[in-house]
């Protein structure tokens, strides 16, 4: 159970291109949804908190006009990134929590993006 | 910033042998839970352990909260090459609500 399906897998795009990746849970309704960008041998970065419904919580130095999040269900969030340029390329994740206490995120397999 | 620190950052061992990895945090949290990340993919869940909690287990998963100290670790026995893995831990800052912050990561390398 518990599975979180992203796509695409990989992506490579002119600069100026938007990219749409999805962000599904499959077999649970999941109350937040969560972005990560992750930059090669770092960790994971928190880029902002998507809530069913509502406008998405940006983390401090994400250009929330570059980075458009919609989650228009309790299974699928999407994030696009607007006008992309190289300097946006990284791998991409989204988590979905299903909104109860100490219960763990459960993660896509992420998306490479790269920005020619 | 980070809330967690990972230590190692690598570690190569045999097939067999045990790896204890470290992670130390800064603020009060509700749960800590430690995440295998294969390379080039997504997180995968292995263990979360609750504040009030001292020590839990998963198959050849072992996982150790001092929250006096603010430190976790995270054991597996009897390492496998399929353990390869960057391994991180992530906190529940109790003032963050549900959002999660990662530490940096240990790469464990298993030769078989």
């Known amino acids: 159970g518990a599975v979180v399906s992203q796509h695409p897998s990989w992506v490579i795009c002119k600069s100026g291109t938007s990219v749409k990746i999805e962000c599904r849970s499959l077999?649970?309704?999941?109350?937040?949804m969560f972005w990560y960008r992750q930059f090669p041998k770092q960790s994971l970065m928190l880029m902002a908190t998507s809530n069913e419904g509502s406008k998405a919580t940006y983390e401090q130095g994400v250009e929330k006009d570059k980075f458009l999040i919609n989650h228009a269900s309790l299974t699928l969030s999407t994030l696009t990134v607007t006008s992309a340029h190289p300097e946006d390329s990284s791998f991409y994740i989204c988590?979905?929590?299903?909104?109860?206490?100490?219960?763990?995120?459960?993660f896509g397999d992420g998306t490479r993006l790269s920005i020619l | 910033s980070q809330q967690g620190e990972e230590d190692p950052q690598a570690l190569s061992i045999q097939e067999g042998e045990n790896a204890t990895m470290n992670c130390s945090y800064k603020?009060?949290?509700?749960?800590l839970q430690w995440y295998r990340q294969n390379s080039g993919r997504g997180l995968v869940h292995l263990i979360l352990i609750r504040s009030n909690e001292r020590e839990k287990h998963s198959g050849r998963l072992r996982v150790t909260l001092d929250t006096s100290k603010k430190s976790s670790s995270l054991l597996i026995t009897a390492s496998r090459a399929a353990d390869t893995a960057s391994y991180f831990c992530a906190t529940s800052p109790k003032a963050a609500g549900n959002k999660l912050t990662f530490g940096g990561g240990t790469r464990v390398l298993v030769k078989p």
């Open positions: 077999d649970f309704q999941a109350t937040t």
């Open positions: 603020t009060s949290i509700n749960n």
């Open positions: 988590s979905a929590w299903i909104g109860y206490n100490n219960q763990p995120q459960h």
